[in-house]
């Protein structure tokens, strides 16, 4: 299993930015999938998750309504898009898989993935 995310950088207050994250190595359409982030001396959080199906998806609360997470079967990614970004969306941010569970079911805790990517570092500054 390979995840490698993409997009991050240095974006004004109110800019937008979109992450992706590139797989292989695994049947796509078998793992949900989350974005987390991580802030110097924080622990790491949920973002935004999506089902096997990619029909559901769940949100931190901070990020409903600017935030949006989805799958692009045919390339095989996860995208995050991110709008009306703020200096406390600055973090390290990382996509996660894991095998299985229902074609519905959104996994929302950082212990509930098996594959982590590298990071991509997202900067939110004017």
């Known amino acids: 299993v390979q995840l490698v995310e993409s997009g991050g950088g240095l974006v004004q207050p109110g800019g937008s930015l979109r992450l992706s994250c590139a797989t292989s190595?695994?049947?796509?359409?078998?793992?949900?999938m989350g974005w987390f982030r991580q802030a110097p001396g924080k622990e790491r959080e949920f973002v935004a998750a999506?089902?096997?199906?990619?029909?559901?998806?769940y949100y931190k609360d901070s990020a409903k309504g600017r935030f949006t997470i989805s799958k692009d079967t045919a390339k095989n990614m996860v995208l995050l898009q991110m709008n009306s970004l703020k200096p406390e969306d600055t973090a390290v941010y990382y996509c996660?898989?894991?095998?299985?569970?229902?074609?519905?079911?959104?996994?929302?805790?950082?212990?509930?993935?098996?594959?982590w990517g590298q990071g991509t570092q997202v900067t939110v500054s004017s």
């Open positions: 996660a898989v894991r095998y299985g569970g229902t074609a519905s079911y959104v996994g929302s805790r950082v212990d509930e993935y098996d594959y």
């Open positions: 190595g695994f049947t796509f359409s078998s793992y949900r």
């Open positions: 999506v089902s096997r199906s990619g029909g559901n998806t």
